[in-house]
Every structure is written in structure tokens, then in C-alpha cells.
């Protein structure tokens, strides 16, 4: 059974830093690329992050761009996301996902409803003082 558990959400404070995980069963992580979206409340889904399958390649659009990254451990079979320098509009519940093909693609953090094919169910990130 193909399956994405995050976890790593919770209350944070403005400028803080959190680690989410996304553990993945029923393929392998390095086989396909993986991303991860957020939607806030009343909001459309957006993405924040791509890593390829081909080479680690990494993609951010310019709103997270140098406060959050993701990597993965391919012996844990789990991809990452780092959040940094943590803003109150970053509040959101926090999804991974696949699409189940081995690169990223710009549509990913274009307006736009979000199809991939296999989704996690979510942990939620809030930034508050």
C-alpha cells in the first residue's frame, strides 16, 4: 500500500525553526520526486518544495526561498522539510506528496488546483508569539 505519514508540525514562534518528516511506504523515496505543499485556511494549496529523483535537485518559489529546505534519507525512506526564520503567514497545514514521476515541475508552485497522485494527511505548522 502506497502511503505518505507526516509529522513534525506545532506552535512555533516567529523566527523559530521546525523539521517536518514525511515517511513514505509501498515505493521508495529516491524513485520518484517528492514535494511539499501548505495551505492555509480560506487559501489555495501551494507549493513550497521539490526534490528530484534524477539528481537531488532542489526547487523553492521565491516565498520560501532561503528559509526552508528539503532533503531526504534514502535508508529511512523519509523526505524532510526544514522550516527557518519562520513567519506568521507560513501557518498552514503542511502536506507531502508524489506524483510518482522522477522530476519536478514549475506547475507545482503555479496557481492551479494540485492533482498528485498520492498525498499525505497533513500536520500543521503555526507560527504565533
Known amino acids: 500500500q502506497v502511503q505518505l505519514v507526516e509529522s513534525g508540525g506545532g506552535l512555533v514562534q516567529p523566527g523559530g525553526s521546525l523539521r517536518l518528516s514525511c515517511a513514505a511506504s509501498g515505493f521508495t523515496v529516491d524513485a520518484y520526486a517528492m514535494a511539499w505543499f501548505r495551505q492555509a485556511p480560506g487559501k489555495e494549496r501551494e507549493g513550497v518544495s521539490c526534490?528530484?529523483?534524477?539528481?537531488?535537485?532542489?526547487y523553492y518559489p521565491d516565498s520560501v526561498k532561503g528559509r526552508f529546505t528539503t532533503s531526504r534519507d534514502d535508508a529511512k525512506n523519509t523526505v524532510y522539510l526544514t522550516l527557518n526564520n519562520l513567519k506568521p503567514e507560513d501557518t498552514a497545514v503542511y502536506y507531502c506528496?508524489?506524483?510518482?514521476?522522477?522530476?519536478?515541475?514549475?506547475?507545482?508552485?503555479?496557481?492551479?488546483?494540485?492533482?498528485?497522485?498520492?498525498w499525505g494527511q497533513g500536520t500543521l505548522v503555526t507560527v504565533s508569539s
Open positions: 506528496a508524489t506524483d510518482r514521476r522522477m522530476g519536478c515541475t514549475t506547475s507545482y508552485f503555479r496557481p492551479g488546483t494540485k492533482t498528485l497522485e498520492v
Open positions: 526534490i528530484s529523483s534524477f539528481d537531488g535537485s532542489t
